[in-house]
C-alpha cells in the first residue's frame, strides 16, 4: 500500500470534552489521503475509547499509547510511526477548516524553496478573547511570507503550532521534537530556520483555536515567558549574532532587562542599552549605562549589533524605522525581541 501524502500527528491528554469536534474537522477535510496518528498520552478519562471507535470506522486512524511523558515525546512517538512526506499538527481540541490539510499540502508542492508553513488562526470561543489575546492573534496572522516570518523569529513563535506542516525530512534532520524544558514548537522552529530551511505562513485563516482553562500553555512551567526567553537565548547564541561587534540592548525596561540578565548567565555582557525615558539616561542596568539612540552611531569600535526589547509592536515598528535611517539593516545589524 502506498503512504498518504499526509500524516497528521494527534497527541491527546484528557481530550473527550472536545475530542468529537476535532475528529469531525479531521474527517471533513477535501484532502482525505491522509493518515492520524493519534496518541493517548496517559488520560484518565474517555479519550481513549474516543479514539478506539474512531480507529475502528476509520482505517486512516492509529492509535497509539504514550507514556504520559508530555507533549514532545507524545509527538516524537507519533512522528516515528508517519509513513508521509508532509506531517501536519492538530491538537485535540481544536477544529480545522475543511480545506486546511489541502491547501497546506498545496503550498508546499508549489514553494519547493519552503520546508514548513502554518496557517492563520481565530481563538474562540470569542467570549473568552480579551486584549491579549487579540492582540496576539492580529500578530499571527500578519506574518505571511518568509521573510515576516524572519523578521518576527524572536519576538515570538510564528507559526501556530497546531497549524504547523513541515516536510518530514526536514523534521527528521534537525532531530524532531525535544523536551528541554521550553516551548517544543518554538524550539523545532528555531532549528528549522538555523539549518538553513525556510519558513512561512497562508493567508487564510484556516484553524479556530480554543481558549480553555487547561490550556497547557497556561499551567506548565515550559511555556512561562522564562521558558521562552530562555529558549530564545539558547538559539540567539547559535548562529544569530555576528562575531566581534558590541551587543546593544534597545529598551531598558520590562522586557530588556530580564533579556539581559539572561544574556549575563550565558557569560554575554550587553555593551549599553538604549532607551528614549530621559529619567534612564546615564542610569547603569546590569552593568551596562542607558544612552540615548544618537549613542548607536558614536562608537569609535564600530557599529553595535542591536538587539530590540520592548513589548509594543507599534514601538518594534518605530524603532526598526529609526535603525532604518541610521543605515542599520534587520537581521544583519538588529533583531526584534519581546
Same mark, same amino acid.
Given at each position: 500500500m502506498s503512504p498518504p501524502r499526509l500524516s497528521v500527528l494527534l497527541p491527546c491528554r484528557d481530550a473527550e470534552r472536545h475530542l468529537d469536534e476535532c475528529i469531525a474537522s479531521l474527517r471533513a477535510q477535501s484532502l482525505s489521503d491522509h493518515e492520524v496518528l493519534a496518541v493517548?498520552?496517559?488520560?484518565?478519562? =474517555?479519550?481513549?475509547? &474516543?479514539?478506539?471507535?474512531?480507529?475502528?470506522?476509520?482505517?486512516?486512524?492509529? %492509535?497509539? @499509547?504514550?507514556? =504520559?511523558? =508530555? &507533549?514532545?515525546?507524545?509527538?516524537?512517538? @507519533?512522528?516515528?510511526?508517519?509513513?508521509?512526506?508532509?506531517?501536519?499538527?492538530?491538537?485535540?481540541?481544536? %477544529?480545522?477548516?475543511?480545506?486546511?490539510?489541502?491547501?497546506?499540502?498545496? +503550498?508546499?508542492?508549489?514553494?519547493?524553496?519552503?520546508?514548513?508553513?502554518?496557517?492563520? %488562526?481565530?481563538? +474562540? /470561543?470569542?467570549?473568552?478573547?480579551?486584549? =491579549?489575546?487579540?492582540?496576539?492573534?492580529?500578530?499571527? !496572522?500578519s506574518l505571511r511570507g518568509k521573510e515576516e516570518v524572519e523578521r518576527d523569529l524572536f519576538v515570538e513563535c510564528p507559526l501556530a503550532h497546531p497549524?504547523?506542516?513541515v516536510r518530514a525530512a526536514a523534521y527528521r534532520q534537525v532531530g524532531g521534537y525535544r523536551d528541554r524544558g521550553w516551548p517544543e514548537d518554538y524550539d523545532l522552529v528555531f532549528r528549522l530556520h538555523r539549518s538553513g530551511y525556510k519558513l512561512a505562513n497562508l493567508p487564510?485563516?484556516?484553524? #479556530?483555536?480554543?481558549?480553555?482553562?487547561?490550556?497547557?500553555?497556561?499551567? #506548565?512551567?515550559?511555556?512561562?515567558?522564562?521558558? +521562552?526567553?530562555?529558549?530564545?537565548?539558547?538559539?540567539?547564541?547559535?548562529?544569530?549574532? /555576528?562575531?566581534g561587534r558590541a551587543l546593544v540592548i534597545w529598551g531598558a525596561g520590562r522586557v530588556g532587562k530580564p533579556l539581559a540578565r539572561e544574556l549575563l548567565r550565558h557569560q554575554l555582557q550587553p555593551a549599553a542599552f538604549v532607551?528614549?525615558?530621559?529619567?534612564?539616561?546615564?542610569?547603569?542596568?546590569?552593568?551596562?549605562? %542607558?544612552?540615548?539612540? #544618537? +549613542?548607536? !552611531?558614536?562608537r569609535a569600535d564600530g557599529r553595535p549589533f542591536v538587539l530590540i526589547a520592548v513589548g509594543s509592536p507599534g514601538a518594534r515598528e518605530d524603532i526598526r524605522a529609526s535603525l532604518t535611517e541610521m543605515g542599520y539593516e534587520g537581521a544583519k545589524d538588529y533583531l526584534a525581541f519581546a
Open positions: 493517548d498520552d496517559g488520560s484518565r478519562d =474517555g479519550t481513549l475509547g &474516543i479514539l478506539e471507535r474512531w480507529a475502528e470506522r476509520d482505517p486512516r486512524v492509529q %492509535v497509539l @499509547a504514550g507514556t =504520559g511523558s =508530555g &507533549i514532545a515525546e507524545a509527538l516524537s512517538l @507519533a512522528a516515528s510511526h508517519a509513513r508521509a512526506e508532509h506531517l501536519a499538527r492538530m491538537d485535540a481540541d481544536d %477544529v480545522m477548516h475543511p480545506q486546511r490539510l489541502r491547501l497546506q499540502w498545496r +503550498f508546499l508542492q508549489a514553494r519547493t524553496d519552503i520546508s514548513a508553513c502554518g496557517t492563520g %488562526v481565530r481563538y +474562540f /470561543p470569542r467570549d473568552r478573547v480579551g486584549s =491579549g489575546y487579540e492582540r496576539y492573534e492580529s500578530w499571527l !496572522n497549524t504547523m506542516m487564510e485563516v484556516l484553524l #479556530s483555536w480554543r481558549i480553555t482553562a487547561g490550556r497547557l500553555s497556561m499551567r #506548565s512551567d515550559s511555556y512561562s515567558p522564562e521558558a +521562552f526567553r530562555r529558549c530564545k537565548v539558547h538559539h540567539l547564541l547559535r548562529g544569530y549574532l /555576528p562575531p532607551d528614549l525615558d530621559p529619567r534612564k539616561i546615564g542610569q547603569q542596568v546590569h552593568g551596562a549605562v %542607558v544612552c540615548l539612540p #544618537s +549613542f548607536l !552611531n558614536e
